[in-house]
Antibody, heavy 118, light 105 residues
Framework: QVQLVQSGAEVRKPGASVKVSCKTS????????IHWLRQAPGQGLEWMGW????????NYAQRFQDRVTMTRDTSTSTAYMELNRLRYDDSAVYYC???????????WGQGTLVTVSS | SYELTQPPSMSVSPGQTASITCSGD??????VSWYQQKPGQSPVLVIY???TRPSGIPGRFSGSTSGNTATLTISGTQAMDEADYYC?????????FGGGTKLTV
């Protein structure tokens, strides 16, 4: 079965960076884009961007353009999201999700809580 | 920027029909998806391409679109359907989510 397993919770100070991993299994990794989304406490879902699991190409939401980097490692079927220059309002649960190909996200990781605190 | 608007909350009695709306520019022409999210859990896809149910999603969930509104309908709502629901669509290579609707059963 399709699984996306994310790395564990992280605590960072303002201005630092965090890198979250998303290890996939149960399907051909290079056949589906991986998207990253986040959800601040008590808030809705926010899309951050995607990485083409085959080519490594990326597309980022404009508000994260200068702070985020999404990569992938095809040898381990793992996608990564690194967010730099963290601010307090970056505290959120970060999700990776598999793009199903019909405009939808058909499988999600369990989420990674990132807390930005001094 | 594009926006999708959902009612923040709604309440339905068990066995009744819940209709959650999602309004936005030309939503009726887009492949809208809907997600269910229960507290402390990841979102789960319940409808995609406006009206298609993924395997494993009960038949009481259905979707439709008309004009500038997409609607998720839950027929014969059950207590287990109490959750937050989000609509999602693509606008100009950007993914947009509605603000979410908290459904109380």
């Amino acid at each position: 079965q399709v699984q996306l397993v994310q790395s564990g919770a992280e605590v960072r100070k303002p201005g630092a960076s965090v890198k979250v991993s998303c290890k996939t299994s149960g399907y051909i990794f290079t056949g589906h884009y991986i998207h990253w989304l986040r959800q601040a406490p008590g808030q809705g879902l926010e899309w951050m961007g995607w990485v083409n699991s085959n080519t490594g190409g990326t597309n980022y939401a404009q508000r994260f353009q200068d702070r985020v980097t999404m990569t992938r490692d095809t040898s381990t079927s793992t996608a990564y999201m690194e967010l730099n220059r963290l601010r307090y309002d970056d505290s959120a649960v970060y999700y990776c999700a598999r793009y199903g190909g019909n405009s939808e996200f058909d499988h999600w990781g369990q989420g990674t809580l990132v807390t930005v605190s001094s | 920027s594009y926006e999708l608007t959902q009612p923040p909350s709604m309440s339905v009695s068990p066995g009744q029909t819940a209709s959650i709306t999602c309004s936005g520019d030309k939503v009726g022409t887009k492949d809208v998806s809907w997600y269910q999210q229960k507290p402390g859990q990841s979102p789960v896809l319940v409808i995609y391409q406006r009206s298609t149910r993924p395997s494993g999603i009960p038949g009481r969930f259905s979707g439709s679109t008309s004009g500038n509104t997409a609607t998720l309908t839950i027929s014969g709502t059950q207590a287990m359907d109490e959750a937050d629901y989000y609509c999602q669509a693509w606008y100009s290579s950007t993914v947009v989510f509605g603000g979410g609707t908290k459904l109380t059963v």
